[in-house]
């Protein structure tokens, strides 16, 4: 359903995205973590076409949006924002910080919602939180992004105890400082 191969975006020359690679399988709901301003919300834009990748491919359902025309990429947005893409059923749902700033039994309800919404429609979900505790409770996989590149990838309920310390410790809550 969706796939980044190697993807790269470059901001004054400096990489936010290094090098992504992954497989979001249809139907299947993936979630996405990461310290602030580790590329996340840069992620989403380039899965949605708001931005192009440097280098890279990025596919949908077979079909590759880094070369696309503006044109079909444009068809393509029409899923961006929530009530529209909940009327329109897409394949395709991308949520950016759905619960931010909310309590948590309203941020269990919305997960609830989201969940009941994912079960009824098959759709292929990617949702970005910095609420860890409560997105890891929500998707079975998660993916871990930290200065531009993805450092874990697999079972939520596997994160807290990765093989990559940085990433161990982000779940935990256990770094001090800033990243």
């Known amino acids: 359903m969706l796939r980044l191969d190697g993807v790269r975006k470059l901001f004054r020359g400096e990489p936010v995205l290094d090098g992504i690679d992954l497989h979001v399988r249809r139907g299947e709901t993936w979630g996405l973590i990461g310290p602030a301003a580790s590329g996340k919300s840069v992620l989403l834009k380039v899965l949605c076409g708001l931005y192009r990748p440097d280098a890279g491919d990025v596919h949908f359902d077979g079909e590759d949006l880094a070369g696309a025309s503006e044109e079909r990429l444009m068809a393509l947005r029409a899923r961006v924002g929530i009530a529209r893409a909940l009327i329109a059923r897409p394949e395709l749902v991308i949520y950016d910080e759905p619960t931010a700033g909310l309590d948590p039994v309203t941020t269990s309800k919305i997960y609830d919602l989201l969940r009941k919404e994912q079960g009824e ?15 890891l409770r929500f998707v079975p996989r998660v993916g871990m992004i930290y200065r531009g590149k993805l450092r874990y990838d697999g079972p939520a309920a596997g994160a807290a105890d990765a093989d990559d310390p940085l990433v161990r410790q982000f779940v935990r809550g256990e770094i001090e400082g800033p990243l």
């Open 121 to 135: 429609t098959g759709a292929t979900v990617v949702i970005v939180s910095s609420d860890v505790e409560a997105l």
